[in-house]
Structure formats: C-alpha cells, structure tokens
C-alpha cells in the first residue's frame, strides 16, 4: 500500500495511546452512533483504526476520515465500557484537531460553526437569544409549530436544534450571587464554574448545586465574568482558541483565590487554604 506522508507540522493522536486498543469490540454497544448505524468505522473501534491508518501513513486525513471523526458525539461512554483502558479522550481531541488543520470545510459548515462559536460562549449573547425563544414557547408557537410541521421547513440543522431546545426559563437575567455562605461556621470554601449554556438555560442546575454546598458547610464563591471554560472549542478541534479560553478562566479563578479579604475566615477546624 502507498504511504501517505501527513503534511508538514501536522500532528495526530500518539501511538501509545492507539496501541491500547485490542479491538474486542466491547464498545461496540456503548457506542451510541455505532448501535444507531451499526457502522464499523463510527464505532470507538473503528475510528482508532481509522487514525492508526493516518498516524502509520496508510490513510489521508481527508473529508471521508473527517465525517466519522465528526459522527462522534464525545460521550466517552466507550471509555467505561472499555477492559483495556483505552484513553478514548486523548485519541478523538488531537485527531479534531488535525482534521482542523488539515482539512477544509465547506461554507455552510464554515457559517454554521461560526454561528455555534459567536454564540454558544457567550453567556451575555445567549441571553439575548433565549428571550424570544422564551417568547417563542409562551406564546403557543412552538407546539403549534411542531404540530402541523412547519419546523420541518427548517434547514435540517436548525430544525435538530429546535427539536432540542429546553425550557426557557423565564428568570434568564437572574444570576446568582458572588458569594453562598452556609447556614454556620464554614468548613470549607469552593469555587464553582457555573458555564456559558447552562447558568442561561440550565439556572436551577447551579442553584441546586450551591444549595447542596452550603448545605455541606461549603462557602461558595463564583466569580464573576468567568468565560467559557474552552470545553467547546476542545471538543471542536480549535486547539489555540480552547487554550486562550481556559487561561481567561483560570485567572478568573485566581483573582478569587489571590483576594480573599471580601470572604469570612474558615472555622478552626479546618484548612486555611481555600479550595479554588
């Protein structure tokens, strides 16, 4: 078979990692896009044999390989269904990333990804969004719509989105406070990352979580103007642009952590240092 030189300064997953792979097949029915397609190469065993291919030179990184890697829907659910241990997560992250370089996408795709980037991130937009959403369901329109199948009429894309879209809940612009002290003498303090998607769509989740905190004797704090985490982009194979986010949260993180004089010291009995 010809070898296939990757291009120059293109990197792929690495091969200590693809060796783990025994191909038992015992991700095979964890594998959602595998039991919904019973497809080969869109199961976890499949595509690791895919990207072996590409690492040993055998296969192009091309718009085919491209389509499976995207198939993926990241669950990780391969990697506890697993007896071998492979580490799925650090196969399918570089190998997004290498399809992103490597590989051109159409101008629909292009428009769609961007739309999904200007938006998803950013948690101030989102909320701008979510309100005639929110209007969208109040007033009827959805289940009318769907009734007589007018969202069919939506491009196939924003019709998957439609047929996904939660509740709006109808406090979208109520945040919670910078700080959730417990009931007595804090034990512990934490930080919390409240999200770009769901502190607008998702509040009660963080609610019920700093309840559960405090509960437990948890100082909560969560800082403000935290950004997206960069899970996204990761996810996306848009390596730099995941880097930068991660460092913004970081540092939110740690302008808490490096000014603590607006927070009540812990109790006696505990650790001075807080848990960030």
């Given at each position: 078979?010809?070898?296939?030189?990757?291009?120059?300064?293109?990197?792929?997953?690495?091969?200590?990692y693809?060796?783990?792979?025994?191909?038992?097949?015992?991700?095979?029915?964890?594998c959602p896009?595998?039991?919904?397609?019973?497809?080969?190469?869109?199961?976890?065993?499949?595509?690791?044999y895919?990207?072996?291919?590409?690492?040993?030179?055998?296969?192009?990184?091309?718009?085919?390989?491209?389509?499976?890697?995207?198939?993926?829907?990241?669950?990780?659910?391969c990697?506890t269904a697993?007896?071998?241990?492979?580490?799925?997560?650090?196969?399918?992250?570089?190998?997004?990333?290498?399809?992103?370089?490597?590989?051109?996408?159409?101008?629909?795709e292009?428009?769609?990804?961007?739309?999904?980037f200007?938006?998803?991130?950013?948690?101030?937009?989102?909320?701008?969004?979510a309100?005639p959403?929110?209007?969208?369901q109040?007033?009827?329109?959805?289940g009318?719509?769907?009734?007589?199948?007018?969202t069919r009429?939506?491009?196939?894309?924003?019709?998957?989105?439609?047929?996904?879209?939660?509740?709006?809940p109808?406090g979208v612009?109520?945040?919670?406070?910078?700080?959730?002290?417990?009931?007595?003498?804090?034990?512990?303090?934490v930080?919390?990352?409240?999200?770009c998607?769901?502190?607008?769509?998702?509040?009660?989740?963080?609610?019920?979580?700093?309840?559960?905190?405090?509960?437990?004797g948890?100082e909560?704090?969560?800082?403000?103007?935290?950004p997206c985490?960069?899970a996204?982009m990761?996810?996306?194979g848009?390596?730099?642009?995941?880097?930068?986010?991660?460092?913004?949260?970081?540092?939110a993180?740690g302008?808490?952590?490096?000014?603590?004089?607006?927070?009540k010291?812990?109790?006696?009995?505990?650790?001075?240092?807080?848990?960030?």
């Open positions: 078979m010809a070898q296939v030189t990757p291009p120059e300064g293109i990197t792929g997953p690495e091969k200590k693809l060796n783990d792979c025994v191909h038992c097949g015992f991700c095979l029915p964890a896009t595998y039991v919904l397609w019973g497809e080969e190469m869109d199961s976890p065993r499949g595509r690791i895919m990207m072996r291919k590409t690492v040993d030179g055998e296969a192009p990184v091309d718009a085919g390989f491209r389509i499976h890697m995207d198939n993926c829907l990241g669950c990780m659910a990697m697993c007896p071998s241990g492979v580490q799925y997560n650090k196969l399918i992250e570089p190998t997004r990333a290498q399809i992103e370089r490597d590989v051109p996408r159409n101008l629909s292009r428009l769609f990804r961007g739309l999904i200007a938006t998803f991130p950013h948690p101030g937009r989102l909320r701008i969004l309100l959403l929110l209007a969208y109040k007033s009827g329109l959805q009318l719509g769907r009734k007589i199948g007018l009429l939506l491009p196939k894309r924003l019709a998957a989105m439609e047929a996904l879209l939660p509740e709006v109808a612009f109520r945040r919670q406070p910078a700080l959730i002290t417990p009931a007595g003498t804090p034990r512990r303090r930080g919390m990352l409240s999200g998607v769901q502190r607008v769509f998702f509040p009660q989740v963080n609610e019920a979580t700093a309840r559960v905190l405090a509960a437990e948890c909560v704090t969560i800082p403000r103007g935290q985490c960069g996204l990761l996810h996306s848009l390596e730099e642009e995941a880097r930068a986010q991660a460092k913004k949260m970081i540092a993180f302008r808490v952590y490096f000014n603590l004089k607006h927070l010291p812990l109790g006696k009995n505990t650790k001075a240092r807080p848990r960030i």
